[in-house]
């Protein structure tokens, strides 16, 4: 019987330690792919035995043939076309008014002199587009924003928001420049809440024409490029009113349209009767544009002017749309308009690659310091200093492949006009328009200071950079308000899931998150600490990826519980940090994907290791600053946390020593980075001939 007995414990202890097996097997396994999932990302060889990162003039060449988009040749002859005229390139000092006729004589010569037709590009091949838009604005960021007044808003407004007739009567005059325009939408009182603009446009049904007309100062068309000076027709924003079609025989508000109203005579450039057009005065930056203020008496146009795709007049007075109410009507009309927003993310991205690019290069050249008795070494070789450029230049990296992903999307939603497509652009551009702007903002000031007094000349650009690229935070959409627009498409997504219904493409990762990232936190994983594991693009994928599901499911079930208490305007002000973060960390989980796509992508071998340096240091950095995060729900346990630490600290080291062909690689040429710190040779000597010496 004690033989029986002892058998049977030792079978129930056998069986105890196979089912604590398989429980530790399930942890061991990929959190990151369902069952019966064959697809994922691989383990990168990357680590185990570190290697120093080597570069080269080789190494720099391959790398900027595969940063090289498509579209390269055509920057280049713009690049060539202004190198060749020097009356068209921007000096360091000069007067508001000189500006704003340089910048036009600027806009011009692109269009008229090199050839360069702009709208025509946006609307065949969008890409070339948005790559003719940034060299424009590595001249003269004032010309690229006005190059984008031009085409992407003025006559983007016709192309998107028109039909055949409109496109019939503008298209050349707007592509060649014969009717340069405005794009009026913004009020004294009234920015971010389009919904609420209070300029108008009732209906006359004995003249067949449109009255639009400034109900008050408020309603004053405010910030208007184009405006003061050049602006020869303006697409006005106003509620359409249709006299007696109301209840009780009341004027019917129809909701916001755009209009087409004329505000100059184009021949003689006189403002016309009934528009009242004022300066906006010296801004903090880009005074190369003529912002002003607009404002309109009676003015009467043709009804055909209302541009008419969402909603149309017909001659006795009736209102059609092919959608039923006016927020379907005025989504779409914004909807339309987010090719304004792709290009301001991919400048932005343009911006940060010439500041990082002049602040590298001047670490690379400054001396300062050094051990007893021996030569004094380059500030790059300070780890702050590291700690401070180098992850800007990981980023510069991931957010240029993430915005190319955004123009390649916006392409083919312009070429199919597929209703998922639409919504992912929609919403991806708003986010990635948040993100790398707040970002750039923030790295130009920290480039200026790491370069120190040198930084602070004005011919060493940091101050006119920072200043021009600053309203980029603001103008096409409040930064603060697009990523809530992120954060509410992310929680209409949460809702789908468990409708069982179909997720976009940037989010499909939260069809398995929800069970798979949310679970309780790996006890296995948690504290591996190796190289390979956490150059593992499986493990740094996961983690951002799980940061951004356990928000999204916290957030949602604080927003279910205030609204109880507070209503739905109330409790989403009570989470609206917590919903800023979620947008910002859903973001960051795009732009990471991007990135490792990108690095998996890559034909050659070693330009493939150096882009995979740069995309672990971008991670590890993103993971580390948000630490806290981690350590809260037990995802990182401490020793990992400290593992984390020290490699982002040592890849920040290794990217340094590949800085110059990292920098080299974006192929900026001397028009575009101008600063005499940021120079490939003998920086210091054109610093001094600048001076005088």
């Known amino acids: 019987m004690a033989t029986t007995s002892r058998s049977g414990r030792d079978d129930d202890d056998r069986t105890a330690a196979m089912r604590r097996l398989r429980i530790l097997s399930l942890h061991l396994q990929d959190p990151s792919r369902s069952e019966g999932d064959d697809e994922g990302l691989e383990l990168a060889a990357c680590a185990g035995r570190r290697r120093v990162a080597s570069g080269g003039a080789d190494v720099a060449a391959a790398l900027g043939a595969y940063l090289r988009g498509r579209h390269r040749d055509t920057q280049v002859r713009v690049f060539e076309f202004f190198l060749s005229r020097p009356d068209l390139q921007t000096p360091v000092e000069m007067s508001t008014a000189a500006h704003r006729e340089l910048c036009f004589r600027q806009l011009c010569a692109l269009v008229r002199e090199?050839?360069?037709?702009?709208?025509?590009?946006?609307?065949?091949?969008?890409?070339?587009?948005?790559?003719?838009?940034?060299?424009?604005?590595?001249?003269?960021?004032?010309?690229?924003?006005?190059?984008?007044?031009?085409?992407?808003?003025?006559?983007?407004?016709?192309?998107?928001?028109?039909?055949?007739?409109?496109?019939?009567?503008?298209?050349?005059?707007?592509?060649?420049?014969?009717?340069?325009?405005?794009?009026?939408?913004?009020?004294?009182?009234?920015?971010?809440?389009?919904?609420?603009?209070?300029?108008?446009?009732?209906?006359?049904?004995?003249?067949?024409?449109?009255?639009?007309?400034?109900?008050?100062?408020?309603?004053?068309?405010?910030?208007?490029?184009?405006?003061?000076?050049?602006?020869?027709?303006?697409?006005?924003?106003?509620?359409?009113?249709?006299?007696?079609?109301?209840?009780?025989?009341?004027?019917?508000?129809?909701?916001?349209?755009?209009?087409?109203?004329?505000?100059?005579?184009?021949?003689?450039?006189?403002?016309?009767?009934?528009?009242?057009?004022?300066?906006?005065?010296?801004?903090?930056?880009?005074?190369?544009?003529?912002?002003?203020?607009?404002?309109?008496?009676?003015?009467?146009?043709?009804?055909?002017?209302?541009?008419?795709?969402?909603?149309?007049?017909?001659?006795?007075?009736?209102?059609?749309?092919?959608?039923?109410?006016?927020?379907?009507?005025?989504?779409?009309?914004?909807?339309?308009?987010?090719?304004?927003?792709?290009?301001?993310?991919?400048?932005?991205?343009?911006?940060?690659?010439?500041?990082?690019?002049?602040?590298?290069?001047?670490?690379?050249?400054?001396?300062?310091?050094?051990?007893?008795?021996?030569?004094?070494?380059?500030?790059?070789?300070?780890?702050?200093?590291?700690?401070?450029?180098?992850?800007?230049?990981?980023?510069?990296?991931?957010?240029?492949?993430?915005?190319?992903?955004?123009?390649?999307?916006?392409?083919?939603?312009?070429?199919?006009?597929?209703?998922?497509?639409?919504?992912?652009?929609?919403?991806?551009?708003?986010?990635?328009?948040a993100y790398i702007t707040s970002y750039t903002a923030k790295s130009i000031s920290v480039c200026r200071e790491s370069c120190g007094g040198h930084g602070y000349a004005a011919v060493n650009r940091f101050g006119a950079m920072r200043n021009d690229h600053d309203i980029f935070q603001t103008f096409e959409g409040d930064n603060t308000v697009l990523l809530q627009q992120v954060a509410g498409d992310l929680l209409k997504q949460y809702q789908e899931k468990f409708k069982g219904g179909t997720l976009s493409a940037t989010w499909n990762y939260l069809r398995d998150s929800m069970g798979t990232y949310l679970s309780q936190p790996n006890p296995v994983t948690s504290r591996w600490e190796g190289e390979d594991h956490l150059r593992d693009p499986n493990f740094q994928l996961d983690a951002f990826r799980y940061r951004s599901s356990r928000l999204l499911h916290s957030v949602a079930a604080r927003l279910q519980k205030h609204s109880k208490t507070l209503g739905g305007f109330g409790a989403w002000n009570r989470c609206l940090n917590h919903l800023l973060t979620l947008a910002e960390s859903h973001i960051e989980s795009v732009i990471l994907a991007k990135f490792i796509e990108a690095v998996k992508r890559c034909p050659d071998e070693k330009t493939r290791e150096l882009l995979k340096l740069v995309c672990d240091l971008y991670a590890l950095d993103r993971i580390w600053k948000d630490i806290g995060t981690y350590r809260n729900v037990d995802y990182v346990a401490p020793n990992k946390a400290k593992a984390i630490h020290k490699l982002a600290d040592y890849l920040s080291y290794q990217v340094r020593l590949v800085a110059q062909e990292l920098i080299d690689a974006f192929d900026l040429p001397d028009l575009i980075v101008r600063a005499p710190i940021g120079m490939q040779s003998e920086a210091y000597a054109q610093y001094t001939q600048h001076v005088g010496f």
């Open 114 to 433: 090199a050839g360069v037709r702009p709208l025509s590009l946006m609307a065949n091949d969008p890409a070339e587009y948005f790559a003719v838009m940034e060299a424009a604005g590595g001249v003269d960021i004032s010309l690229g924003v006005k190059f984008g007044v031009q085409y992407s808003l003025w006559g983007g407004s016709i192309i998107n928001l028109g039909t055949k007739k409109h496109r019939d009567k503008f298209f050349d005059g707007i592509d060649n420049l014969d009717y340069p325009g405005c794009f009026a939408m913004t009020e004294l009182h009234h920015g971010s809440n389009v919904q609420a603009l209070q300029t108008t446009a009732t209906f006359d049904p004995v003249t067949d024409e449109f009255i639009i007309n400034t109900p008050n100062d408020g309603a004053i068309k405010w910030w208007i490029g184009n405006a003061a000076l050049h602006g020869k027709f303006a697409t006005v924003f106003a509620r359409l009113i249709l006299p007696l079609q109301g209840k009780g025989g009341d004027p019917a508000d129809m909701g916001i349209h755009a209009f087409i109203v004329p505000i100059r005579d184009l021949d003689t450039n006189a403002v016309l009767p009934g528009i009242e057009i004022n300066d906006c005065g010296h801004k903090i930056g880009l005074n190369g544009v003529d912002n002003g203020a607009l404002r309109f008496r009676s003015v009467r146009i043709p009804r055909d002017n209302l541009l008419n795709r969402f909603g149309d007049v017909s001659r006795d007075g009736k209102y059609t749309s092919s959608l039923p109410t006016i927020n379907k009507r005025f989504a779409a009309t914004l909807g339309e308009l987010v090719g304004g927003r792709v290009g301001i993310a991919y400048s932005s991205v343009g911006i940060l690659k010439v500041s990082v690019t002049i602040a590298v290069r001047y670490a690379l050249l400054r001396q300062q310091f050094g051990p007893p008795k021996k030569p004094e070494i380059s500030v790059l070789d300070y780890q702050s200093h590291q700690h401070k450029l180098m992850p800007m230049l990981a980023s510069s990296y991931a957010f240029h492949f993430a915005t190319l992903y955004l123009v390649d999307n916006y392409s083919e939603m312009k070429k199919t006009n597929d209703e998922d497509v639409i919504a992912d652009v929609h919403v991806l551009s708003s986010g990635l328009k």
